[in-house]
């Protein structure tokens, strides 16, 4: 299920939208004028279905003031189909389009597929706890916090994460890391975990666990 938002000042177009999406399983919030659109708005919505040719305030208008405080899937509603209205949604950032007049098969179709997209996009994270993994950002954040580390310091607790419990030794480390033709030395990888937990210290006790004569493990 998924919270969509559909603004359209076509009373029909919102009714008929929201009766095919609802039978999906999606929660559906029309508005008929982008002016009736606030900021709040945004916060738990997963796909907004935007109309372009609209009083007062447009779509693409709308789109490009609010852009950036809106981070999921925007498609564009338009009876448009002139190649340069497309590219002007796409280019003040639309994700796709949907020709009016257009099938509900087909709106439901568009819909979950981009819905289906933007789950398998969103589980680039890694959650264990307190620590957020940005898989595709190579970035740590613990309890809302983003931790400085430098890139081997981030790929040493990727991995010890990602195999949650399986103990690493120092050599092992050492290989998936930096290669196994690495001028470093399993000293480097005691130096960067001194560092990690320095730095996990000081919001959190560090999640690598030492086990004694073995190796490391994300606990």
């Known amino acids: 299920m998924a919270n969509i938002l559909v603004i359209d000042d076509d009373i ?7 009766t095919a999406l609802t039978r999906d399983g999606h929660f559906v919030i ?16 997963d796909l907004i279905l935007l109309d372009i040719m609209m009083p007062r305030l447009d779509g693409i208008t709308f789109c490009r003031d609010y ?21 002007d949604g796409l280019s003040v950032g639309g994700d796709d389009y949907i020709k009016k007049p257009f099938s509900v098969s087909e709106l439901r179709a568009r819909v979950n597929a981009h819905i289906r997209r933007e789950h398998r996009d969103r589980h680039q994270s890694l959650i264990l706890n307190d ?4 898989l595709s950002e190579k970035t740590v954040t613990i309890k809302n916090r983003l931790i400085f580390l430098t890139k081997s310091e981030y790929e040493i607790c990727e991995l010890l994460a990602r195999n949650k419990g399986q103990i690493f030794s120092l050599e092992n480390i050492l290989e998936k890391i930096f290669g196994f033709h690495s001028e470093s030395d ?3 990888i005691r130096v960067h975990i001194k560092n990690i937990r320095s730095k996990f210290n000081e919001i959190i006790d560090c999640p690598i ?5 073995v190796g490391y493990k994300w606990k």
């Open 12 to 18: 029909a177009i919102c009714k008929l939208i929201e």
């Open 30 to 45: 029309t508005k008929n004028s982008a002016t009736e659109v606030a900021v709040n708005d945004f916060k738990h919505t």
């Open 67 to 87: 852009r950036s405080m809106i981070d999921c899937p925007i498609l564009f509603l338009t009876a448009k189909t002139m190649e340069q209205d497309v590219i």
């Open 131 to 134: 620590c957020v993994f940005d």
């Open 186 to 188: 399993i000293s480097s």
């Open 209 to 213: 666990e030492t086990v004694w004569g």
